[in-house]
């Protein structure tokens, strides 16, 4: 790396570091690029220049911490355990952890949950990720027998994720509800999820009952 390239990621760095302050303490809502730009030391242009919106630099800024939380909660994760118990295992540790600052999270995910696809490029990593390890949980309970072996893995990993994302939705939005009723809600979402509501006989093989 040349003397160039080390200046611009050195002004990165401080520009991130910057803005992780301002987002903690002032809120994305309430502090703006020239604020970031003040308090990293650097031009309004130069964060431009390395983030073309506060929404990218809001993604960039908070994308270590999820990750490291995520990293967390997996090597904490009840190997042994059943499969509802280890899903609701790592919902617990982010529950928590976006709890410590709903309003900033809230923020996060309601700029960028809906952005058309590319523009937030670490968030959806992240998630690709997180599906293909849970599917690789599903594949191995397949092999255990305790899910039955025509069962796509990768859809089940989707669905699952689904109803994750639902009651953190209502978790960030409603001030009134606390990591334990979050936790029950989904617990409950999940676990009709897993044993189904069809009736034995019931299924329509893909098509509206």
């Known amino acids: 790396m040349n003397r160039r390239e080390t200046t611009k990621q050195e002004t990165r760095k401080l520009i991130l570091n910057a803005a992780r302050r301002l ?3 002032k809120g994305p809502e309430r502090c703006t690029m020239r604020d970031i730009a003040l308090q990293a030391g650097v031009s309004p242009a130069s964060v431009v220049v390395h983030f073309k919106s506060k929404t990218a630099l809001l993604e960039v800024a908070l994308y270590e911490d999820i990750e490291r939380n995520i990293v967390r909660a997996v ?3 009840p190997q042994t355990a059943p499969l509802l118990d280890r899903f609701m295992h790592i919902a617990q540790s982010m529950y928590s952890f976006y709890d410590s600052n709903r309003e ?10 809906f952005e058309p696809k590319g523009e937030n490029p670490y968030l959806t990593r992240q998630l690709q990720e997180y599906l293909r390890f849970f599917g690789g949980l599903i594949e191995q309970e397949k092999v255990l027998g305790t899910i039955r072996p025509e ?16 009651v953190l939705m209502e978790f960030l939005r409603n001030g009134n509800m ?12 999940a676990n009709q999820h897993l044993i189904g509501i069809l009736l034995q006989g019931e299924e329509t093989n893909g098509r509206c009952a």
């Open 23 to 25: 987002f903690h303490t």
């Open 75 to 77: 090597a904490t994760m």
């Open 104 to 113: 900033l999270y809230r923020v996060l995910i309601r700029d960028t949950a």
């Open 151 to 166: 069962a796509d893995a990768q859809i089940a990993a989707a669905s699952l994720f689904s109803l994750y994302f639902s």
């Open 178 to 189: 606390t990591v334990n009723m979050a936790l029950e809600w989904l617990a409950l979402s």
